[in-house]
């Protein structure tokens, strides 16, 4: 089992930046995929953005390519979402996810594991 404990969310102003982590702990292994979702009030839970471990592979949203950046850290397991230019749209709860293969299919079911979520509300 890999817990996943999320940090960094909180009330940002539009324009702004926010850097969100995921700290994976447990059952890790050593050829994985990380990734965040969001989901907003009312609406389905959307791929942000995500990365394959070994090779670094990185995956985004058409949404968020160029204003956002995902990246890593090995010891301890930790993903970062590097959030710039952030727009009132950017308000959700991000999650963070992990499945135990490298893959390039970002879709929401075949992540086994997840965090708890933070909220990132922007505000005008």
């Known amino acids: 089992q890999v817990q996943l404990d999320e940090t960094g969310g909180g009330l940002v102003q539009a324009g702004g930046s926010l850097r969100l982590s995921c700290v994976a702990s447990?059952?890790?292994?050593?050829?994985?995929?990380m990734a965040w979702f969001r989901q907003a009030p009312g609406k389905e839970r959307e791929f942000v953005a995500g990365?394959?471990?070994?090779?670094?592979?990185?995956y985004y949203a058409d949404s968020v390519k160029g204003r956002f950046t995902i990246s890593k850290d090995n010891a301890p397991a930790t993903v970062y979402l590097q959030m710039n230019s952030l727009k009132q749209e950017d308000t959700a709860v991000y999650f963070c996810?992990?499945?135990?293969?490298?893959?390039?299919?970002?879709?929401?079911?075949?992540?086994?594991?997840w965090g708890q979520g933070t909220q990132v509300p922007v505000s005008s």
């Open positions: 996810a992990h499945k135990r293969v490298e893959s390039a299919f970002m879709k929401s079911a075949s992540f086994t594991s």
């Open positions: 447990g059952r890790t292994f050593s050829v994985y995929t």
């Open positions: 990365l394959n471990w070994s090779g670094a592979n990185t």
